[in-house]
Nanobody, 127 residues
Framework: QVRLVDSGGGLVQPGGSLRLSCAVSGGTLSTLAMAWFRQAPGKEREFVAGIKRSFSATHTRDSVKGRFAISRDRGTNTGYLQMNNLKPEDTAVYYC????????????????????WGQGTQVTVSS
């Protein structure tokens, strides 16, 4: 059974950076497509960034392009979300998600695509 553990959240000032981690056990990243979602209070969960099993194809929501980057390390079997130039509107609980399937690009941003979820890590951007 694949298990995901999110970490790396915290309180940061506007303009700061954080790197979220998603440690994978019970499976290997090379066999998984993965993504990051976030959910702010009172709002629906939304897609942030995703990466296909091929490692070469990534997709990022427009509001974070140029600031956030998804990546993963086969050696440590860990996924990452590097977040730079953070803004107050980025405040949310961030979740990593993964699937052993091979979603097409248009499905990467759909929550129901994913079979496995982390527990979430809180990111708060405030001065």
């Amino acid at each position: 059974q694949v298990r995901l553990v999110d970490s790396g959240g915290g309180l940061v000032q506007p303009g700061g950076s954080l790197r979220l981690s998603c440690a994978v056990s019970g499976g290997t990243l090379s066999t998984l497509a993965m993504a990051w979602f976030r959910q702010a209070p009172g709002k629906e969960r939304e897609f942030v960034a995703g990466i296909k099993r091929s490692f070469s194809a990534t997709h990022t929501r427009d509001s974070v392009k140029g600031r956030f980057a998804i990546s993963r390390d086969r050696g440590t079997n860990t996924g990452y979300l590097q977040m730079n130039n953070l803004k107050p509107e980025d405040t949310a609980v961030y979740y990593c998600a993964a699937t052993s399937g091979s979603p097409i690009s248009s499905s990467l941003g759909v929550a129901s695509t994913y079979d496995y979820w982390g527990q979430g890590t809180q990111v708060t951007v405030s001065s």
